[in-house]
C-alpha cells in the first residue's frame, strides 16, 4: 500500500531567484513542504528559461534577512496561468539538495510548522524520496 498523505505545506511569501543554466529570473516562493515548492513569477521572465528541460533548475532564497541562503535543484510540474493574477504559479519537486541547505529547510519548516511531529515524519519521507529518485539517475 502507497503512501498518498500529503506533505504539509508552509507558506513562505519570499522572494528567490530561480535559474537554469546563464539565465535567472526572480520568483517569489509562495509555499514550501519537504517535497516541493510553489513559485510565482512573470511570464516574461520565465519564458527566458527552458520550459520542460530535462536538466534541473536552481532555486535559491533566503527565508529571512538573517537565516542562510537554501539552495535546491527542482524540477518544474506545472505552470499555471490565471487571468486574475499578473503572474504564472510554478509547482516543483525536489530533484536533490545538498546536507546544509536540507539541515536550514528543515529548521525553517519545523519552526514555521508548530508541530514537533512535522520535522521528524516528513523529513524521513523527503529524504527516502530523494535519495531513491537519486538512485535512479
Not at 33 to 61: C, K, M, W
Amino acid at each position: 500500500m502507497s503512501d498518498k498523505r500529503q506533505f504539509q505545506r508552509i507558506k513562505l511569501n519570499v522572494n528567490g531567484t530561480l535559474s537554469h543554466s546563464d539565465a535567472s529570473v526572480p520568483v517569489i516562493i509562495e509555499d514550501i513542504s519537504l517535497q516541493g515548492l510553489r513559485l510565482r513569477a512573470s511570464e516574461v521572465e520565465l519564458n527566458t528559461l527552458p520550459f520542460d528541460s530535462h536538466e534541473p533548475y536552481l532555486i535559491q532564497f533566503l527565508a529571512h534577512d538573517n537565516h542562510p541562503l537554501i539552495e535546491m535543484y527542482i524540477e518544474q510540474l506545472y505552470r499555471h496561468a490565471d487571468t486574475r493574477q499578473p503572474t504564472i504559479a510554478m509547482g516543483c519537486k525536489v530533484h536533490h539538495i545538498d546536507v546544509q541547505s536540507l539541515a536550514d529547510l528543515r529548521r525553517l519548516l519545523a519552526l514555521n510548522s508548530g508541530d514537533t511531529q512535522f520535522s521528524e515524519h516528513d523529513l524521513d519521507a523527503f529524504i527516502e524520496t530523494v535519495y531513491s529518485n537519486a538512485s535512479k539517475a
